[in-house]
């Protein structure tokens, strides 16, 4: 059993009790945007929340030692072909080099990390249309001279 | 006269005047993601923005023409290499098909746009470190179906 | 089941049945492009068009599920090779250019919409040979400026 | 003097005189798409065409000879970036297969011409946004079989 | 059953019983070039060679309804490999170019087609060294201008 | 002065001059297939060539030196986007193992040389429209087994 | 039975025997470079060599046929990895165009053949180190001029 | 002055006395291949080689201390077009597993230096044709355990 | 049975027994990385490791003939995704050439190896956080001259 | 003047002068790797230190503002040729998975920063052959999880 393994058993179950995201998430106390990349398997899990999971959705046992291993991440797309995805890869090519200018202004030589990281998700009402909320949160690193 | 030697008139003169981003976007008031990324060529300034701009940096006037033109946005780098850059590419590979998850189980079938789209960035104090705050928000655009 | 094991159910139902997609799409109301695409996978379906879709193909009901999903699209071959597909690619690498000219001519710095948007696809008779003609329709967006 | 040199001429005209492509492809009597496309250097123009742009545009004489020469149509980028041309090359990634299904069922094993080709591209007004229009058209050729 | 499975069927019969290209091809009454491209799954058959063709191998039946669909031309090696292949592909490279200065010479800005074409393949003696030659045919499309 | 530089001054000088390939390669006595090649910078001419070559252009004698050099062929466009030329990449690609098959059927395991070769382009007038033909002859080469 | 299963069933004869690549080739009197590429897939057996290699390693009959046919070369990766091979590959990369300049200074504008061609490797002693000796010779194959 | 202005130096010098690259190696008493690499900007030449090519072509003194330089090796073509460096880039893709098994046959697990290297280039006359000789020798490096 | 199942075999086991990569090691008397990496199929190890390895984690007795074969190094992805090992990749990006100019400084022209070569791993407190130190070490390889 | 230009004047007044490295860097009392890395354009200097570089190679004083800026890190070559750099690049990727296993085993889920960095080289003598010794340090990073 891997991680693919483990995504499929859980969009299986999903599918089957129709929980949302924001459901099982919140069944294990943890953002919908880290659990859904967990179950996905681009995260891992703590023991007691992969745990508290396989009970939620009703999984084999062996999988919450399965969330809980650290993931090697691959995209075998260097450049995304599903229209939502593309969309904030584009935004990374149109607007990267403004963030290097902005954060770099703002906090000198350095970048944002991506890995002590986190992301939020919300759908906002708008009198002109509906708009999804992104909103992205990493330490701030500066770089060692040495 | 091209949106690249202008933009190389902007950067000179910045580190002449020593003005920051956020000093020029707040003379011809807009955000400072969209100033920078007109002034990095990868967006068009309404004309009067331009005028505005192009007198608060004391560029040439035909400057604000070319600056008011539509740019053709090339990004050379598929998979940009600039470690703050590249962070932003990594997130969107590692979490891409968790926020196509999340706002298609917010919105439907549909994508967030990057066109009616703004950002916002800032840094934050932090305990344990300054954060890189990130925003950004799209037109829900559903899929039409025909 | 998934996507992919449904399009090849619906192939093999259309050959057997002789069904063309003119006569799928007429009994499912909707048009012979969207539908068609829909069954490659590449679009979902309202529940209830997967529901008459699964009748008049005679698929087993799961697949009306799979059929209402929403799909990731991945189209494997950056550059397509078949020549029927190539053309259009290479229609958009000649003619890309001249679009743009043209659509921000009329309309200032935006995009043609690819969400809302739909297409049609006639062959005409002519005295010098047949024709094929392609319609296609996206909302115009224009560019935020903030 | 290359096809290169008359476009940058071309373009600098353009933007002195305030002429639009509309404008431009009236005075010589030919479609926008196509004059356009051969303003960009992507076709060659009949040698009086040529002449009445020269005319019209008040370049060298020169040029005329350079635009009635056939181009060696190169586009660098096999993905194309700038969003607008990125949409279209979307739709043939999303559609293609579609386009090659519907062609084919209309015409048998075939293609449809990118030579023998006509485009044109509107702006219509509708109640919930301008739409842009693109209509193409070209020439069924079915496969040789020997 | 597919054009891959098809293709298999043909060659282990082609080595059961020893027959050529050239002897299938006549049994069909097609040319050797065009049948053994539909045998590899490049072309399509019309329906009454497919049924010759599956009579002169002993194949299933339903393998003349694969033979006579319409394939998607997949060539997954953009620079093919194997030496044989190659060497036409660096013609190609190398005479490209050459090729465009003499077919628009005798022809005007135009193309060789593709589609509308044929091929034949001969092994020629010479004292020097037998010859390997190629003839290709292929309607010239002169290019639209509207 | 290199390739490049020869290569300019003979397309400056046959738009000068008005001088078809057929009428140059007539001159210098060689093909019209090799001469192009040649005058391309993609093959070298033996020295008496080039002497002709220079007369019959007005060419500067160092020009001979030039073209009577081994060139190192360099294409840059791995797949080519020039209409022309891409439809005979099309070909290699779609009939490529086809004329792997024929030709080691007909010769035994071996390749087609591309060195012990040659080629000649022809317009051939027909009822239902021009053809091109192209014919090519390269040396059988078997493999050696030792 | 194709190249690939021959391939795997000699690498566990030949482990299972513990034959080595000198021996297996010695036992058909070939060499044993040409032998092993034959074994690998990558070149074609005279029938009675694969015959004799059939009964040297105890294979199946039908592997005799296999061994016999044209391979198509296939290498997927164009830039190897293995750093043995890739040491070749960055030679080649290195000392490409002096081997060049070398071969057509000796012998005029040509190329040295690849298929009428053979090589062989050596590790010979050294006080300073055993040597790696790999000998190749191919044919002088002078371009042709028409 | 760089490494590319000493090679086109050399060249140019190379072509007005009509010097070989065997005159020129053996006036500085080092082998062809090292010597042409070098001048290609390949290899860096000891000081004393170096004023020693400075005098026999007639180059001003700088070049003696470029050419002493260490160069970073650039190979701009992962896949070499030049028909005579293909055909290398080609063995060492049909042959490269080969020569692994046989080299790790005779050495064990380990490979052929591309470092402590020398290779060498002949022409050699044969009844059937030229033949071209390549030898190469590195020294064989055993892979470390620890 | 190859090298990947003998990966998974040992990958399940460790998992089973709960062992780690420094008590896996420590057993058979390796470090940890070359372990590690030989356990992962891209080194060899000698026999007499390799039924160590066998007995330690109680694999077939087959396993150990495997885990002495010498392994085809493929790394599929030229960049790699998995954030921890894309740093490395950027370190040698951003820093490549700057260890050219120190090893070649501190050498004279020449590289470090990658064959005669080992490695070290550790994690090390320290007040500002937990820092991991890599330690490589190559024998300096001079370029040789001939 | 860019930081091209400055890398450009600082390898010329490296030569002119002879400084080495280790002088440049001990002169500013930076290690030599940082130093150099910023002197390549890589990274950005304190501006007192700048002063002092600028001071030390008798630089033009515009160049130390140019040296304090941060650089956008490009790295053309996705895999490095030179034989120097390409060895790290091999390392990474023969030893890539083995560093994940390693350092997530020592420190839980997380990764090695690239950004709170530094790295030493050194050449060690040794009795079989001077050796090359990399030391690297990174902060570790966990991965977030909220």
Redesign the interface.
């Known amino acids: 059993m891997n991680k693919l393994d483990v995504t499929e058993m859980i969009m299986e179950r999903k599918?089957a009790t129709g929980m949302?995201?924001?459901e099982i998430s919140h069944a294990i106390g943890?953002?919908?945007?880290?659990t859904?990349?967990a179950c996905?398997g681009?995260?891992?899990?703590?023991r007691d929340k992969a745990d508290l999971l396989v009970t939620t959705l009703g999984l084999p046992q062996e999988a919450a030692?399965v969330l809980a291993e650290?993931p090697?991440?691959?995209?075998s797309?260097?450049?995304?072909?599903?229209?939502?995805?593309?969309?904030?890869?584009?935004?990374?090519?149109?607007?990267?080099?403004?963030?290097?200018?902005?954060?770099?202004?703002?906090?000198?030589?350095?970048?944002?990390?991506?890995?002590?990281?986190?992301?939020s998700?919300?759908?906002?009402p708008y009198e002109?249309?509906?708009?999804?909320?992104?909103?992205?949160?990493?330490?701030?690193?500066?770089?060692?001279?040495?």
Chains 1, 2, 3, 4, 5, 6, 7, 8, 9, 10 share one sequence.
């Open positions: 599918r949302t995201w924001a943890l953002s919908d945007v880290f859904t990349s996905l681009m995260n891992s899990l703590p030692v650290y090697t991440k691959v995209f797309q260097a450049v995304p072909t599903d229209p939502l995805i593309y969309r904030f890869y584009e935004i990374i090519g149109v607007y990267g080099q403004t963030l290097k200018e902005l954060i770099q202004e703002k906090g000198g030589d350095g970048i944002m990390s991506a890995i002590d990281f986190d992301m998700v919300e759908k906002v002109k249309g509906d708009r999804i909320e992104i909103r992205m949160s990493g330490k701030f690193l500066p770089y060692n001279r040495w």
